[in-house]
Nanobody, 129 residues
Framework: QVPLVESGGGLVQPGGSLRLSCVAS????????LGWFRQAPGKERAATPC????????YYADSVKGRFTISRDFAKNTVYLQMNNLKPEDTAVYFC??????????????????????WGQGTQVTVSS
């Protein structure tokens, strides 16, 4: 079974909103850093992470700060990405990821993909008029 399953992607006009969901099967979210990564068409690697290392500690890339919000619902074992004021540049396949918290890693390590051992299949977000 796939540990992480995303949903909520689709086609939206610029300025619109979308909420992505990621169900983390069999994972205790309390012990994991969670992130959303995206890979735009033609790009070689996922970029622009949104990270939640705890329920209250979060990081947003400059390109999405103020527009995107990452959150957790422990009861539903789900992580969300609320995306507001979407722009065409946000068009990408979005992946949720989980990596067990490791005290040997610096905070900045979680901004890259290496610490994440569980990945969803991705969901397409297209922002176009």
């Amino acid at each position: 079974q796939v540990p992480l399953v995303e949903s909520g992607g689709g086609l939206v006009q610029p300025g619109g909103s979308l909420r992505l969901s990621c169900v983390a099967s069999g994972l205790d979210l309390m012990h994991y850093a969670l992130g959303w990564f995206r890979q735009a068409p033609g790009k070689e690697r996922a970029a622009t992470p949104c990270i939640s290392s705890s329920e209250y500690s979060k990081y947003y890339a400059d390109s999405v700060k103020g527009r995107f919000t990452i959150s957790r619902d422990f009861a539903k074992n789900t992580v969300y990405l609320q995306m507001n004021n979407l722009k065409p540049e946000d068009t990408a396949v979005y992946f949720c990821a989980a990596g067990i918290l490791n005290p040997q890693l610096a905070y900045t390590d979680y901004l890259q993909t290496n610490p994440y051992t569980y990945w969803g299949q991705g969901t397409q977000v297209t922002v176009s008029s």
